[in-house]
């Protein structure tokens, strides 16, 4: 019964699969571009949800065209608020272009990472990255989330430690106050300043970038591998684990180590560290349905009925064209059931069969003469 519930929408998502990851995709640009534009309160709020039913609806067909508006679209609140960081934006755009379209769902994946972080879902990007595109590229997407999302932390005058940014969202009113006045030098201080105020802190940093990227990787390398695939859902679980157990390390490991570079905040969670253990709870359960899923959705689609393989002897015996083309066998020659008639099958009066024949080699046959009394023959002679 279930199969037969099943077996209807998993045939239309084979036969449109191409079709609905290009929408989902969109879906996904279209509602980061809206909950940006909402929270920067420059256009009217009509204004907003057409511009997201737009890029979704240009997505779908034109996913260069839908990250071009949706570029645009963008630039003019960060312009307002200060040219040089519109410029920036610009630039990081068009340098990346190519990039950030052809793996447009692990842009919009990345782009996310602030919005999800205020409901302590941000641990879920490096996790997904490597179950969706492997090692080399899931690491790449994990390092590029923890730096991004450090990132707009800083403009807006947040702690960059990931202890202390999820669950809090960045005020961009704070960014209009910060880069107001700005100009091209005090803008370049303002984003690198929160990552450069002592050595320490760069290192720390440094090391919670890598520690995401370590962590995709992880997921990513093994998440293509035969016993994995076989052995789902369980096999999702031991791996969504480990890479939420990697994280965890890297969290609540850092901030011990690198004493100097912890701040009181960061000290806090350390004591009650419930929003890490609610990442990594979240982490193992969506991963592990997200990675089963996509699995069986990728098998073949079921057949409406379950094929019964006919018995070759009862077939050959039942359907009398089977031997329409066969060399009869005689009447006193008795078939047992589950065997062929062969030469050990037939009696020793019964026909056997003719002896194969060599067929001589070319070199082994005569030269070929024109015959010399043929008085029909036509002789050319080419000079």
Request: no cysteine.
């Amino acid at each position: 019964m279930i199969a037969q519930t099943l077996r209807g929408p998993h045939n239309l998502y084979r036969r449109y699969q191409a079709s609905l990851e290009s929408t989902l995709t969109a879906l996904g640009l279209a509602t980061v571009v809206t909950l940006t534009l909402h929270n920067l309160a420059t256009y009217p709020a009509n204004w907003v949800v057409v511009i997201g039913l737009s890029i979704a609806m240009v997505g779908v067909r034109w996913p260069s065209v839908a990250y071009a508006i949706a570029t645009t679209i963008i630039l003019y609140p960060i312009f307002l608020i200060n040219l040089y960081l519109a410029v920036l934006v610009l630039a990081l755009s068009a340098l990346g272009q190519r990039f950030f379209v052809h793996y447009l769902g692990a842009t919009v994946l990345v782009l996310a990472t602030p919005i999800l972080a205020q409901y302590h879902l941000h641990w879920l990007v490096p996790i997904l990255a490597g179950l969706w595109w492997g090692g080399a590229v899931g690491a790449w997407v994990g390092g590029l989330a923890a730096f991004w999302g450090k990132v707009v932390g800083g403009v807006a005058g947040m702690n960059i430690d990931w202890l202390v940014m999820a669950g809090h969202t960045p005020s961009f009113e704070i960014v209009k106050t910060r880069f107001h006045d700005a100009n091209s030098l005090k803008t370049l201080l303002l984003l690198v300043e929160p990552f450069a105020t002592t050595s320490n802190v760069i290192l720390y940093n440094l090391l919670q970038v890598l520690g995401w990227a370590l962590a995709a990787g992880f997921v990513g390398a093994l998440a293509w591998r035969r016993w994995v695939k076989y052995s789902t859902p369980w096999s999702a679980l031991v791996l969504t684990a480990g890479g939420g157990l990697i994280m965890l390390a890297v969290h609540l490991g850092l901030p011990r180590w690198l004493n100097e570079a912890t701040t009181p905040e960061a000290m806090a969670v350390l004591r009650n560290p419930m929003g890490p253990l609610f990442s990594l709870l979240t982490v193992i359960i969506i991963g592990t349905v997200v990675y089963s899923l996509r699995e069986s959705l990728d098998l073949p689609v079921a057949p409406p009925r379950s094929i019964r393989r006919p018995n070759p002897t009862t077939s050959r015996l039942s359907n009398p064209f089977n031997n329409l083309f066969k060399r009869p066998v005689p009447a006193t020659t008795e078939i047992k059931p589950g065997l062929k008639p062969g030469l050990k099958d037939l009696p020793p009066d019964a026909e056997r069969p003719h002896a194969p024949v060599r067929v001589p080699h070319y070199s082994e046959l005569p030269e070929w003469e024109p015959p010399r009394d043929e008085s029909g023959l036509i002789m050319l002679e080419i000079d």
